[in-house]
């Protein structure tokens, strides 16, 4: 097996050992790439001659942290100092960031190397950039952070950052078959970053498995151990036929899950929640449309000939919508999370699709973010974990819990995963 093939916690333990040295870890993955790149097209930007300069110097440092010597890649919304920052449009080609994120700054403090930045949507919105689903290529791996769930499914790199604003990590993950983690709101930061809907945005962890989420997670939270593996308390189900036309083989899936948990003694009932999810879904929309629209109003007015037409009909739409329908939705927002909070306690969570269903066919779309707008509106945080595949496309569900629980539903997560092998 190639270093690359070797999952984050595989890798850095063999570092730990010495029994892997960075530099060949960064070679495996920079040959991967250029064997795979020309078909996936997951890479805005590969920074090589960088990265093996700094495995170079992992190789002789002592241990920086707990991604010593760890190749990531970065959404190209995200400023990391030296490299382009596209955002997925024509008009910001040429332009450089000249500081890290502090998302980035955290990583490389750690000890992680940035190996380059993946493609995104158009401004982390639906026009979809050139990287394909590497399952299949003729399918989407979603968006809007597809090059970096395309990248690590490729084992391109193990572990990447993405963004979130409506389903732009839990999708990805749900559509290439690797596991994704978008905090609670807030938990993570996320200056540095080209905003859509700063009311809404997140910063979305990537990686081949639940378990690898974990240290990128320490590392930005700056929490210093993770919770103990353990079961949640009670798990509440739904197939996300509230929201949208999900597709059988995903509603099967859930209802896999649901029978494992149930056969491992976990308290399993549905969530009785139908017209809360699809207030906040609706809500979602509104909030992210008129956020946006004051967000890009600038770019709007400079090159509106040079944007796309859904995000042209997006912003067009939020500068449309009044200031008393905006306030109404985030009062939705409020209102369902006061409905829902004695129900998802500390140790209670959601189990829901991770999207619709597989990966569309086509690559000029990146799929419905259905699944995840309710829970994205409220804040909650959602780990989304692989769970099977339908004619060859993988399926992935979702776990959420309540808010500032996110140490706990990474516990639980990690511990269903577990017995999804």
């Known amino acids: 097996m190639a270093s690359n093939e ?24 920079l040959e991967r790439i250029e064997r ?29 942290g707990l991604l010593h010597g760890v190749p990531v890649a970065v ?29 980035v700054r955290l990583l490389r403090a750690s000890g992680a190397i940035v190996l380059g930045k993946t493609v995104t949507t158009e401004f982390a919105y639906f026009s979809p950039g050139k990287t394909r689903n590497p399952h299949a290529l003729e399918h989407t791996p979603g968006g809007s952070s597809s090059g970096s769930a395309a990248a690590v499914a490729d084992t391109m790199v193990p572990c990447a950052l993405g963004t979130q604003t409506a389903g732009s990590t839990v999708r990805p993950a749900s559509f290439c078959g690797i596991a994704g983690f978008v905090p609670t709101y807030g938990a993570l930061p996320i200056d540095g970053t080209q905003h859509l809907a700063p009311l809404l945005d997140r ?14 997670y320490q590392v930005l939270s700056g929490i210093a151990h993770p919770s103990p593996l353990r079961p949640p308390a009670r798990v509440l189900v739904t197939d ?56 890009l109003a600038d770019v709007v007015a400079e090159h509106r000939r040079e944007l796309s037409a859904p995000l042209l009909e997006l912003l067009d739409a939020g500068a449309a919508t009044p200031e008393a329908s905006f ?17 998802l306690g500390a140790d209670v969570v959601i189990l829901a699709p991770g999207a619709v269903g597989p990966a569309p066919r086509g690559i000029r779309a990146t799929g419905d973010p259905a699944m995840s707008r309710p829970w994205h509106l409220l804040g ?24 500032d629980t996110d140490g706990s539903l990474l516990a639980a997560a990690r511990w269903l995963a577990t017995h999804l092998r």
Do not use: F, N
């Open 36 to 64: 795979r790149e020309p078909e996936v097209g997951a890479w805005e930007h590969l920074d090589a001659v960088g990265a093996r300069r700094q495995a170079v110097r992992a190789d002789v440092s002592g241990p920086a």
């Open 240 to 295: 996300g036929s509230e929201l949208a036309d999900v597709h059988p083989a995903m509603r099967a899936t859930v209802r896999r899950v649901a029978d494992t948990l149930t056969g491992l003694g976990v308290p399993v009932a549905p969530l009785d929640a139908a017209d809360l999810m699809r207030r906040c879904a609706a809500a979602q929309q509104v909030v992210m449309a008129y956020d946006a629209a004051r967000t």
């Open 203 to 216: 910063l979305g962890l990537l990686a081949r498995t639940v378990d690898d989420l974990v240290p990128l």
């Open 6 to 29: 070797l999952t984050l916690t595989a890798a850095t333990e063999r570092m730990r050992e010495g029994a892997l040295t960075s530099s060949q870890l960064v070679r495996d993955c």
């Open 380 to 403: 909650l945080p959602a780990v989304a974990l692989p769970a099977g595949d339908v004619d060859g496309l993988p399926l992935g569900v979702q776990l959420v819990g309540a808010r």
């Open 327 to 343: 306030r109404e939705a985030l009062a939705t927002a409020d209102a369902a999370h006061e409905e829902l909070a004695p129900t």
């Open 75 to 103: 959404k190209d919304i995200i400023d990391v100092a030296g490299l382009p920052v596209r955002c997925g449009t024509p008009i910001r080609i040429g332009r450089m960031a000249t500081t890290d994120a502090t998302c």
